[in-house]
């Protein structure tokens, strides 16, 4: 006899899913661990048998965010002749990942401004999951296509400048498959970059 395909989520992802709504409508700070299991439909006792605080439930959701995220946008075999199109493709993927996914993208806009998880946290996050990005600036770098900038500082730069980007097209979704506008948000990246 086959299992059911429509298995209930477990209460660890109930309590995931009801956190990124109560962050993303009432803020992170504003957001009480009780509210939170109340959404979820467990006990406050089921949440921290999960996650032993809020911040760690927030940490958790950014990781899992962040992870989903670096699969959908992955690299591919770095050429130099075509360096500013792939960068390109992995741009517009990135946007359709922001698009498609408004509310994830509008937690992580959140946890950036959120205090108690360290700026090196968010940092070893980033890097963990997205160190393609690093090696794609250092390849660049090598070939002299991109400028000899401090990767730390272009990878911050790239970053505030997707979160940007894609929060403008969230918030104005008439222009979001607009050619001209998505373009113009690519070469101001990509101009930023460049030698």
Same mark, same amino acid.
């Given at each position: 006899?086959?299992?059911?395909?429509?298995?209930?989520?477990?209460?660890?992802?109930?309590?995931?899913?009801?956190?990124?709504?109560?962050?993303?409508?009432?803020?992170?700070?504003?957001t009480?661990t009780?509210?939170?299991a109340?959404?979820?439909?467990?006990?406050?006792?089921?949440?921290?048998?999960?996650f032993?605080?809020?911040?760690?439930?927030?940490?958790?959701?950014?990781?899992?965010?962040?992870?989903?995220?670096a699969?959908q946008?992955?690299?591919?075999?770095?050429?130099?002749? #075509?360096l500013?199109?792939?960068?390109?493709v992995?741009?517009?993927?990135?946007?359709?990942?922001?698009?498609?996914?408004?509310?994830? #993208?509008?937690?992580?806009?959140?946890?950036? !401004?959120?205090?108690?998880?360290?700026?090196?946290?968010?940092? #070893? $996050?980033?890097?963990?999951e997205?160190?393609?990005?690093?090696?794609?600036?250092?390849?660049?770098?090598? !070939? !002299?296509? $991109?400028?000899?900038?401090? $990767?730390?500082?272009?990878?911050?730069?790239?970053?505030?400048?997707?979160?940007?980007?894609? !929060?403008?097209? $969230?918030?104005?979704?008439?222009?979001a498959?607009?050619?001209?506008?998505?373009?113009?948000?690519?070469?101001?990246?990509?101009?930023?970059?460049?030698?």
């Open positions: 006899m086959s299992a059911p395909t429509n298995q209930p989520k477990n209460k660890r992802q109930q309590l995931l899913d009801a956190a990124l709504a109560l962050f993303v409508n009432q803020g992170i700070y504003a009480s009780a509210s939170i109340k959404t979820a439909g467990v006990a406050t006792g089921t949440l921290f048998h999960h032993p605080s809020k911040d760690a439930l927030v940490l958790e959701l950014y990781k899992n965010i962040k992870q989903e995220f699969l946008i992955a690299p591919f075999k770095l050429d130099a002749s #075509q500013e199109q792939q960068a390109k992995i741009w517009q993927q990135a946007i359709e990942w922001a698009l498609a996914n408004a509310e994830q #993208q509008q937690f992580c806009l959140l946890v950036m !401004q959120y205090q108690p998880l360290s700026a090196e946290t968010k940092a #070893q $996050i980033f890097a963990d997205f160190g393609f990005l690093k090696d794609i600036m250092l390849f660049g770098q090598q !070939q !002299q296509l $991109i400028a000899d900038y401090p $990767i730390e500082l272009m990878l911050e730069s790239a970053h505030g400048q997707f979160l940007t980007s894609s !929060q403008f097209f $969230i918030n104005n979704s008439d222009l498959q607009d050619n001209k506008y998505r373009e113009a948000a690519f070469n101001l990246f990509w101009q930023s970059l460049i030698r």
